[in-house]
């Protein structure tokens, strides 16, 4: 269907109207209206989860189970919200606020180091000619498809032997180091650019670092920013390293800690439902705002072979 | 790495010192009826809910790639399921499939449907967890949508102006086009299905009910970190990785035939 009113248009547009035009711009706009009831309802069934677990949020206990489902509940439980600060305390502190926190921290490191690595390594990969450039490449794709899961535990003993568990670390260091995907998706952008303004600034006399902060990254700020962005919610989402690394609670990131207010209040739902809502909501104001930089990110990957 | 094939041969609590073992723990893995049953487990949430989940994308992305008005929106809401942080995900589906209220089975019963036991049936579990797994087909979709934007207006005129209808545009201009992020998908998504799942089994179902989704990565945690068990736990991963690398290559090998790459890109 889409390509149908993809492929029509450029001829409806021309100057000339056959006799067919007014059928086939008639056509065009009931399948735009067919489209449009299709979208609609295929979407709202998409909403329908997240839908429901803001409605729950906001119910007493004992309308959770009513039915028909209430979609609107009649008195908001706001309640709901403000006694997840008091319900859950550690060391004399609200749990949530401590958990945002430790996830802020978390993810804001690996991100900053994700953009560090990615660039340094992509750049290297994409415009210097060192020997043995296209092994390195080729590892970094390698490593890319490699499953984290055989790495899991050498790397939880090595931390182990340094000592830094139950610390952020490492959750934080190893991004410093650089992941697969994100070194390709910056090596492809950087591929891309053109040429001339660091081969004038070489002219100039600066040197490869120089080059790279002062030319490089102003130039290549949308790919870092699609790189920060999708790793700051992989961080932010991010389970089972933290589940492996983090013992005390006072430690626990988000995703750990919802697990810990699943656990403590498994039969009061609006509770966990408000948690939920509390750990979706800045997602989904981060994706609105950062829409563009998503898609554009994804075609700066360059998945067509360039 | 290589630490971890050195993990293969020794038998390692944690507690007390390692110990060489040589070969039993591969001994082990071969006996171990869990093993199979696990990788059982993998294989279908992979080759059954890959698929559909390709499937589905691929419809999406297709319809959303019109200009439409208030198409932004559309887009948002197809994408918004995937970016959901998979506990909280988790945590809302436990409530969906719920056998006595979930929403799901409510929705059924208006069809005459009987109520069906989603997550604590055997038979259920595996569908269950694919049927939910189609909710975050919005990532995908993304990156078909990005493959469907970037392939040039001028392929579909030229193909009109041939006579060409809406099957054939679609069969030798978008699909041809499309392949590369297909395979991209696909790769993707069988190394993904084999490692993922398991935040949602952890937390959904623990590996239940009698071990119906016990997949390979959650079997390896409980070796490595529930039993302490880690030179096992290093066996079994190095066995899924070797699995995993064979169905990769597999792919890469039949991919001349099909994947198409524009010429001088």
């Known amino acids: 269907m889409a390509q149908v009113s993809r492929g029509a248009e450029p001829l409806l547009r021309g100057g000339a109207q056959p006799s067919w035009w007014r059928s086939a711009r008639l056509k065009a706009r009931l399948g735009h209206v067919l489209l449009h009831v299709v979208l609609i309802v295929t979407g709202f069934t998409f909403l329908v989860p997240l839908l429901w677990v803001v409605a729950t949020s906001l119910k007493a206990p004992n309308q959770v189970f009513t039915y028909p489902i209430q979609w609107i509940p009649r008195e908001p439980q706001w309640v709901n919200y403000s006694s997840m600060l008091t319900l859950l305390e550690i060391a004399g502190r609200p749990a949530l606020l401590v958990f945002v926190k430790n996830t802020v921290i978390v993810a804001t490191a690996a991100m900053l180091g994700t953009i560090f690595s990615s660039l340094l390594v992509g750049y290297s990969l994409a415009r210097l000619r060192w020997p043995g450039r296209s092994l390195v490449f080729g590892l970094v794709l390698a490593v890319m498809m490699l499953p984290g899961v055989v790495t899991l535990v050498p790397l939880f003993l090595i931390f182990r032997d340094l000592g830094w568990l139950d610390t952020f670390l490492p959750l934080i260091v190893p991004s410093w180091f650089g992941s697969g995907f994100f070194i390709f998706l910056m090596r492809q952008f950087l591929t891309g650019l053109p040429i001339e303004l660091e081969e004038a600034a070489r002219v100039d006399g600066a040197g490869s670092l120089r080059i790279l902060l002062r030319v490089v990254a102003p130039l290549s700020k949308p790919a870092m920013a699609t790189v920060g962005i999708f790793s700051f919610l992989g961080h932010y989402n991010e389970f089972m390293g933290p589940l492996i690394y983090l013992d005390s609670n006072s430690n626990y990131t988000l995703a750990l800690g919802l697990r810990m207010f699943q656990g403590r209040y498994g039969d009061r739902w609006p509770i966990v439902m408000a948690a939920s809502t509390i750990m979706i909501a800045p997602v989904i104001v981060l994706f609105f705002f950062a829409q563009k930089q998503f898609i554009r990110g994804i075609q700066l990957g360059g998945l067509a072979g360039r | ?265």
Do not use: C
């Open chain 2, 1 to 265: 790495m290589a630490y971890s094939i050195v993990l293969v041969f020794q038998d390692w609590d944690l507690l007390t010192p390692a110990r060489f073992v040589g070969l039993a723990n591969l001994e082990r893995l071969r006996l171990d009826p869990k093993v199979l049953v696990s990788l059982w487990n993998t294989a279908y949430l992979t080759f059954v809910g890959v698929p559909l989940q390709l499937l589905l994308a691929l419809a999406l992305a297709l319809a959303l790639n019109v200009k439409l008005r208030g198409i932004a929106g559309y887009r948002t809401v197809f994408y918004l399921p995937s970016i959901t942080p998979a506990v909280a995900s988790a945590v809302v589906w436990l409530q969906i499939l719920h056998p006595e209220f979930g929403i799901l089975n409510n929705f059924l019963e208006q069809f005459g449907i009987s109520r069906v036991n989603w997550l604590f049936d055997t038979r259920a579990a595996k569908p269950a967890l694919i049927f939910m797994s189609l909710w975050g087909v919005g990532g995908a979709m993304v990156i078909f949508l990005a493959g469907l934007q970037g392939i040039p207006e001028e392929l579909y005129e030229a193909a009109v102006l041939d006579g060409a209808g809406w099957w054939s545009k679609f069969i030798r201009v978008t699909m041809p086009l499309l392949s590369p992020f297909l395979f991209f998908q696909m790769i993707m998504g069988v190394i993904n299905g084999f490692q993922a799942n398991f935040t949602t089994t952890y937390i959904m179902t623990g590996g239940g009910p009698q071990d119906a989704t016990l997949v390979t990565v959650l079997y390896i945690y409980r070796n490595g970190f529930e039993y302490f068990k880690m030179g096992y736990a290093a066996s079994l991963a190095w066995m899924l990785f070797w699995i995993i690398m064979f169905f990769t290559l597999i792919q890469f090998l039949f991919a001349n035939r099909w994947v198409y790459y524009e010429v001088g890109q």
